[in-house]
């Protein structure tokens, strides 16, 4: 492809246009666009959470309200922080101060019994920490739950 004009000075000018790094520059974004692009979905996750009912739905898409004999499920949280472990139930809140600079794991035993004797049926619990706390601490609280049969650990690191 070749470009033909005068100059400014009087003198024909012929350049060739070389499109072969735009084309590579252009060949390259859209492999980045797509790479990143499946990337960021498989960082998503799901959520087993109902939709919520909204004006925009569709009548037939409300989801009914559950039956009033049914319990509410209680949520169970284990908080690690850097000087206490903070049970919840909802929102009663208990706090373990830890044993020296280690939490005090015995405690939390005993009220992990507690849970199991007020919840049997229950196997999850969500283990909250603080992004600060030390690691071996989060492994010997995970441990913990495991032990006194929680073995469904959801783990929140915010």
């Known amino acids: 492809m070749g470009a033909s004009g005068m100059g400014g000075n009087g003198k024909s000018v012929n350049v060739e246009l070389n499109l072969v790094p735009f084309i590579d520059l252009l060949s390259t974004l859209i492999c980045f666009l797509l790479i990143t692009a499946i990337w960021h979905e498989l960082d998503t996750m799901s959520s087993n959470a109902p939709p919520k009912a909204t004006s925009e739905m569709p ?71 603080d992004s600060r706390a030390k690691y071996k601490y989060l492994v010997q609280l995970m441990d913990t739950l495991i032990s006194s049969e929680f073995p469904e650990v959801a783990i929140n690191l915010n």
Request: glycine share 2%.
């Open 59 to 129: 009548p037939d898409q409300v989801q009914p309200p559950p039956p009033q004999d049914e319990k509410k499920k209680v949520l169970l949280t284990v908080a690690l922080g850097l000087d206490k472990i903070d049970l919840a139930e909802d929102d009663q809140l208990q706090a373990i101060p830890n044993n020296g600079d280690a939490p005090d794991l015995e405690r939390l035993k005993s009220a992990l019994r507690d849970w199991k004797q007020k919840y049997p049926d229950r196997k999850d619990v969500v283990l909250a920490t």
